[in-house]
């Protein structure tokens, strides 16, 4: 059986890789998707026609727009993609989610994955009973095992997941390794671009066009500091998006989500305000850490997070600093990240007193030279 006809570029098949339950499946249509304009008597959805027990005028009896129109055409705007191309989900780990779902059998298909990298691909692909193969990144550069990534693919292989910026490591992957398997695969390609406004880098937004493969996965949790909110986006082609749009549950983002959004988004000079602060933020840490002894090293960050490696070690110090009322992320038991912490860029308060901590704890247990103790 010659396997590697299936996994190159000329061959992708949208249809022949979605899983036939789908495939033949007549979606639920909601009430709200039939009409929608707003003066008519709607006696169509069982809502509550006299309204909610609350002390403000609002609409929250009815269910919400179930594709989100007016955030779309919002986001639509800002990235200059139509609307068309744009799936909102319930968080990104929605469309994680969903992604699985439409592409892949369980027990049957597998995905591929490059540790260390984001934990949701793994675990979603535990949920459904898919395999997960791993193919770590290089050492220390956390690059793409492009030769490895080839021998292992088949044709079983329907999603790879691609972290850039990587999470925890938070570099950026080479967009010429990117662009290669994108090309090279006949699956799905999902790529995930949460950290992209932080990074010097392209979004493939603009690029949606070239790649009937690829799914780009961005959020507004992290750049436009909206966690809370849980809307995650999915930017693919129109026919993908069409799936996903059947698969998912009908009001998978509520009425306050998209209206606090669509505010948000209207503000962009405070969006841009806080971006600037954050990149300013990541470089003063970043030379503020080096100097600190125990910190054998500072890896280069696209996101708004620094991976650092302790030496001696990053336990005690994440305890250390707990103590001392700061949570870091302590990644240590994470392949290719020994000794490692991940720290999120915070407020220039936050960080100060974040070094001088680490300060602290560097000259309470080395004194000031740590690295000729050790070595
Ligand atoms: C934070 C993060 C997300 C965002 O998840 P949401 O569910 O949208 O909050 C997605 N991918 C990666 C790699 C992340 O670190």
């Given at each position: 059986?010659?396997?590697?006809?299936?996994?190159?570029?000329?061959?992708?098949?949208?249809?022949?890789?979605?899983?036939?339950?789908?495939?033949?499946?007549?979606?639920?249509?909601s009430a709200r998707e039939?009409?929608?304009?707003?003066?008519?008597?709607?006696?169509?959805?069982?809502?509550?026609?006299?309204?909610?027990?609350?002390?403000?005028?609002?609409?929250?009896?009815?269910?919400?727009?179930?594709?989100?129109?007016?955030?779309?055409?919002?986001?639509?705007?800002?990235?200059?993609?139509?609307s068309s191309k744009i799936f909102l989900g319930n968080g990104s780990n929605e469309i994680i989610d969903l992604i699985y779902r439409i592409f892949s059998r369980p027990k049957i298909d597998h995905s591929i994955i490059f540790p260390p990298t984001y934990g949701m691909y793994e675990i979603s692909g535990k949920i459904h009973e898919v395999d997960v193969i791993k193919i770590h990144l290089t050492k220390e550069k956390y690059q793409l095992n492009l030769k490895k990534i080839e021998n292992v693919i088949n044709q079983y292989s329907k999603i790879i997941f691609i972290c850039s910026p990587n999470n925890p490591t938070g570099n950026d992957i080479k967009r010429?390794?990117?662009?290669?398997?994108?090309?090279?695969?006949?699956?799905?390609?999902?790529?995930?671009?949460?950290?992209?406004?932080?990074?010097?880098?392209?979004?493939?937004?603009?690029?949606?066009?070239?790649?009937?493969?690829?799914?780009?996965?961005?959020?507004?949790?992290?750049?436009?500091?909206?966690?809370?909110?849980?809307?995650?986006?999915?930017?693919?082609?129109e026919e993908i998006i069409q799936w996903m749009n059947k698969v998912k549950y009908p009001y998978n983002v509520n009425q306050i989500s998209q209206e606090i959004a669509i505010q948000a988004l209207d503000n962009k000079d405070l969006f841009f305000f806080h971006l600037k602060n954050i990149l300013l933020e990541r470089k003063y840490m970043k030379k503020s850490?080096?100097?600190?002894?125990?910190?054998?090293?500072?890896?280069?960050?696209?996101?708004?997070?620094?991976l650092v490696k302790i030496t001696n070690s990053s336990r005690n110090l994440y305890k250390y600093l707990i103590e001392n009322n700061i949570i870091v992320r302590d990644r240590s038991k994470i392949i290719l990240c020994n000794e490692c912490l991940r720290i999120t860029v915070g407020t220039h308060d936050e960080n100060k007193y974040l070094i001088n901590q680490i300060k602290k704890y560097s000259k309470k247990y080395f004194g000031d030279h740590p690295k000729k103790i050790n070595n």
């Open positions: 059986m010659n396997q590697s006809k299936t996994i190159f570029f000329s061959n992708f098949d949208l249809n022949s890789l979605i899983r036939d339950n789908i495939l033949n499946m007549d979606p639920y249509l039939e009409f929608q304009e707003k003066d008519f008597i709607f006696l169509d959805a069982n809502e509550n026609s006299f309204g909610s027990p609350l002390s403000f005028s609002n609409s929250y009896n009815r269910y919400p727009d179930p594709l989100q129109m007016e955030l779309k055409e919002k986001i639509s705007k800002i990235k200059n993609i139509p010429e390794d990117i662009q290669k398997v994108i090309k090279k695969f006949s699956g799905i390609v999902v790529l995930d671009e949460a950290y992209i406004d932080f990074s010097d880098q392209e979004s493939f937004s603009l690029e949606i066009e070239k790649y009937p493969n690829l799914i780009l996965i961005q959020t507004l949790s992290k750049s436009w500091g909206l966690a809370g909110l849980r809307i995650g986006m999915a930017i693919a082609s850490l080096k100097e600190i002894p125990i910190i054998e090293k500072v890896y280069p960050s696209s996101s708004n997070f620094l």
